[in-house]
């Protein structure tokens, strides 16, 4: 099993920043595939960004490309979204997400490309 914990969330104002965390165990996190997910009030869980397990390959949600940015630091075992130029309509509860499955890398959009998630954080964007 893999455990997943997420931190760093909070408030933030319109135009600023916030970093969140991604703590894993259970498993070797350079196994793991990676994935930030994200659920606006009302809305279906989306995907935001994804991880490669070692060679740093990354892909985002058209929505955050050029704000967001996802990394991992293997010896840490832990992934990051650093989230920059923050809007309100970025306000969502943030989830992490792993498996160590293989798939194409379009797969990994998608939630059902993950076997663990974290309890997700929230993130509130004020204007």
């Known amino acids: 099993q893999v455990q997943l914990v997420e931190s760093g969330g909070g408030m933030a104002q319109a135009g600023g920043s916030l970093r969140l965390s991604c703590a894993a165990s259970g498993r070797t996190f350079s196994s793991l595939r990676m994935g930030w997910f994200r659920q606006a009030p009302g809305k279906e869980r989306e995907f935001v960004a994804t991880?490669?397990?070692?060679?740093?390959?990354?892909v985002y949600a058209e929505s955050v490309k050029g704000r967001f940015t996802i990394s991992r630091d293997n010896a840490k075992n832990t992934v990051y979204l650093q989230m920059n130029s923050l809007k309100p309509g970025h306000t969502a509860v943030y989830y992490c997400?792993?498996?160590?499955?293989?798939?194409?890398?379009?797969?990994?959009?998608?939630?059902?490309?993950?076997?663990?998630w974290g309890q997700g954080t929230q993130v509130t964007v004020s204007s």
């Open positions: 997400a792993a498996t160590n499955l293989y798939y194409s890398a379009s797969y990994y959009r998608k939630e059902s490309g993950y076997d663990y």
């Open positions: 991880i490669s397990r070692n060679d740093g390959v990354t």
